[in-house]
Nanobody, 117 residues
């Protein structure tokens, strides 16, 4: 079974940086679409960034130019580099994957990011 475990969240001041990491297990990461989502209480989970095995990326408009998603296939890792953080970035961030062949979705348990003003 596919498993995703996030880490790297924490408390940071506005303008600071964090790097979130996600360990992928249960198959070849190259057979999956990878992504990061954010969620706050009372709101639906929203896409932050995604990347295909071919390197095609997609970002939410609010994070373009500030966040970067990347993968290290040899280490089965997915990263989200978060720069110039704003208080509105405060959320629980979830690692996500969709298997190309099955279309099944999998989620990590989330890591909390809090940005103070």
């Amino acid at each position: 079974q596919v498993q995703l475990v996030e880490s790297g969240g924490g408390l940071v001041q506005s303008g600071g940086s964090l790097r979130l990491s996600c360990v992928f297990s249960g198959g070849a990461i190259s057979l999956n679409v990878m992504g990061w989502y954010q969620q706050v209480p009372g709101k639906q989970r929203e896409l932050v960034a995604s990347i295909t095995s071919g390197g095609i990326t997609n970002y939410a408009e609010s994070v373009k130019g500030r966040f970067t998603i990347s993968t290290d296939n040899a280490k089965s890792m997915v990263y989200l580099q978060m720069n110039s953080l704003k208080p509105e970035d405060t959320a629980t961030y979830y690692c996500y994957t969709k298997q190309y062949l099955s279309g099944l979705d999998y989620w990590g348990r989330g890591t909390q990011v809090t940005v103070s003003s």
